[in-house]
């Protein structure tokens, strides 16, 4: 990994998913690891301190929303930046996740373009 390659970490219980996702992400310059479930992904996140973590809400056990809010209530943590990309498209989903403190919230199907211009932006924001 390049010194100045940014880190991503893909959270998605849908393996074709998180290999397009992961793809994207490669596609366009950055070190990607994945993790196909929330309760695997807290100890991956604290372990490898991403610059941002692409999140899916509705994941069996520990849901999307569980991750950000045990992300958001670490210190060491709170400040990643997390993109959401959801199935859960309703007005209230979209503002319950950035209440809980998304930085993007992404509905699915997702594009290339919008996938990576949120990466891109929440990283650069939070740089």
Excluded: C, W
Excluded at 20 to 33: I, N, Q, T
Excluded at 37 to 53: F, M, Q
Excluded at 105 to 112: E, G, I, Q
């Amino acid at each position: 990994m390049a010194d100045d390659q940014k880190k991503i970490i893909i959270i998605e219980d849908e393996p074709d998913t998180v290999e397009m996702f992961a793809e994207m992400m490669r596609l366009s310059g950055y070190h990607v690891l994945k993790s196909y479930g929330g309760a695997p992904a807290i100890s991956l996140i604290a372990e490898e301190k991403p610059d941002a973590v692409v999140l899916d809400m509705m994941m069996p056990g520990l849901s999307g929303m569980d991750v950000l809010s045990q992300m958001r209530s670490n210190p060491e943590l709170s400040h990643i930046p997390v993109i959401v990309v959801s199935a859960m498209s309703m007005p209230q989903d979209i503002q319950a996740g950035l209440d809980a403190g998304a930085s993007a919230y992404l509905t699915k199907p997702v594009t290339f373009q919008q996938l990576n211009q949120a990466v891109q932006k929440t990283i650069q924001a939070a740089g």
